[in-house]
Nanobody, 120 residues
Framework: QLVESGGGVVQAGGSLRLSCAAS????????MGWYRQAPGLQRDWVAS???????DYKDSVKGRFAISRDNARDMVYLQMNDLRPEDSGVYYC????????????????WGQGTQVTVSS
C-alpha cells in the first residue's frame, strides 16, 4: 500500500515536502521513485532513490528537488523547492527491486497520489 501526502497550492518559487508511507514487502531493499501526472498527460518519472541512498532526478527538477527515505519508518520524501507552474500535477510514489524499472513507471498498482498546484 502506498499513501502519498503533503501536496497543496503554492505560488511559484515556493516549497512543498511530499511524503509517501510505503507498506511494501522488504521496503528497506527496494528502490523507490516519485512520479508526476499532469492533466491529460501520462504519468512520468521525477526522482529515484536506491535502497542505499543513491539518487537520480529528471533534468527539469535537478537542483530544486531532493528525494530522501527513512527505512526505519518505511517512508520516502520529496522536498520540492523553487516550484514552477510546470511542476503541477498529481504526485505518486512507487517501488521496485530493480533500479532501472523505476524510470519506466510501468507499475500495475498505485496509491491515490497527492495534488500539487503551483500558481504563477
Amino acid at each position: 500500500q502506498l499513501v502519498e501526502s503533503g501536496g497543496g497550492v503554492v505560488q511559484a518559487g515556493g516549497s512543498l515536502r511530499l511524503s509517501c508511507a510505503a507498506s511494501l514487502s522488504m521496503f528497506g531493499v527496494q528502490d523507490m521513485g516519485w512520479y508526476r501526472q499532469a492533466p491529460g498527460l501520462q504519468r512520468d518519472w521525477v526522482a529515484s532513490i536506491s535502497a542505499v541512498g543513491r539518487t537520480d532526478y529528471k533534468d527539469s527538477v535537478k537542483g530544486r528537488f531532493a528525494i530522501s527515505r527513512d527505512n526505519a519508518r518505511d517512508m520516502v520524501y520529496l522536498q520540492m523547492n523553487d516550484l514552477r507552474p510546470e511542476d503541477s500535477g498529481v504526485y505518486y510514489c512507487n517501488g521496485a527491486f530493480q533500479w532501472e524499472r523505476l524510470r519506466r513507471a510501468d507499475f500495475d498498482s498505485w496509491g491515490q497520489g497527492t495534488q500539487v498546484t503551483v500558481s504563477s
